[in-house]
């Protein structure tokens, strides 16, 4: 009889202590709207460990997508990310396909989408979903937002994503004709540098498009972030990829400064970056490098550090991972991030092609490595990097190749760079 008290007085003071220890965090994002964009920046910005409010501006989510059933054929072969994730969610792939991703799109069935989305949002302890309500106040206060919804809830949130079709929460801060709408650049007019800063790539309007960061910068004020541009336009299902990619850099930019506290002029470009690769965001526009490549990270690392731009091939944009590489193509680049790279440039000056010794040369000399690389590469040949043929210091080296020793044995991708893409002195 004892033990029966003892054991139910220790229940009486366990369960409230359990109750406490399982309550949520106050939310430090608010993100509003319910369509694609809305979703992405939801789900990015709950699993970067950012405690995330929802608020659905109207009844059903993703409508666009749940409702009827589509024929999507844009965005061949640079789907990534969280809309990948669903796509093969939609197809019943634990692994990621390009090809299917093309398939599930252009018979895309809405009720497998719903059953996608709620399985994914219902993995999200950071996440509170409110429904069906709308914004009747938004203030910016000392530390942040505070928002009010027409329930009276109030929300004190250090960041806002705007993703809703009216533009409710922006429109308390300015005139809708001063809104400025995040931009984005066609791949053709980007610069080298400015590549650096890529936060989301995918096709519209018929065209391969980039967003840097500076680009969803422009519509941002004291950590109000604007989806804004897409409410001017025809939405149409051919732009869903796009703007599902849009809406997951939304989520981690805003996401950054909600989880760190801090303005968006303090955002480190690699570590955003770097969330966004965590969670198999596409970065790269080369449609020649399937996110099936066991090299798919190395070769994103590659595009993001700034070696060298793509090509045109017909309607596509390619990097020729195969094609032999050329010092000159890495030369700037290397000297840039390792001031020891110039010496070795002094003795290697000619413009021919990297030989497989002049990589393991320079390799050690800016690391400060030995041969023990030389010994590794032999040894993961075909076993690990599954190149062909074996390791021999007089044949040349494909991109591919540079991409891979380089992410492995240095760190050039984790040089810091400006808004602009220059890198830090």
Known sequence: MCLRLFLGWLMLILIPLA?????????????????????NA?????RSHVPTVWVW????????LTQDTLSITSNLNLDGGLWMEMLMEMGMSKSRSDSLASAVKRNFNPRLAKNAIEKIIANLPNLTIVKGETIDQAERRRKGWQITLSNNQKYQVVAVVDASRNGDVVAFQKRAEERAFPAFQQIDEL????????????????????VLLADLLQSEQDNLFDAGYFRTVDVSPESIPFRAALGQALGATAGYCAFFKTQTDKIDIRKLQSELLAFRA??????????????????????LTGF??????????????DQVLRLEEVKDVLNSVYTRSQLWFLDHSHQGVMTWGELMEMTKFVSFKGDEIVRQVERDWRAKFHFEG??????????????????????????????????VK
């Open 57 to 64: 501006d109207e009844d059903q989510l993703a409508a666009e």
């Open 19 to 39: 109750a406490v220890a399982q309550k949520k965090e106050q939310p430090r994002i608010l993100i509003y709207g319910s369509d694609i964009i809305a979703l």
């Open 191 to 210: 610069s080298l540098a400015a590549s650096r800063t890529t936060l989301a790539v995918g096709e519209y309007a018929g065209r391969l498009q980039v």
């Open 390 to 423: 074996t390791y021999d210091p007089e044949c040349v080296v494909t991109r591919l190749q540079f991409a891979v020793i380089t992410d492995l044995f240095s760190d050039t991708f984790a040089k810091a760079v400006n808004l602009d893409g220059s890198f």
């Open 42 to 46: 939801a789900v990015q910005s709950a």
């Open 282 to 303: 596409r970065l790269n526009p080369y449609q020649d490098v399937s996110m099936a490549n066991r090299h798919f990270s190395a070769l994103q690392k590659l595009y």
């Open 308 to 321: 060298f731009m793509g090509e045109r091939v017909g309607q596509e944009y390619h990097l020729k991972p």
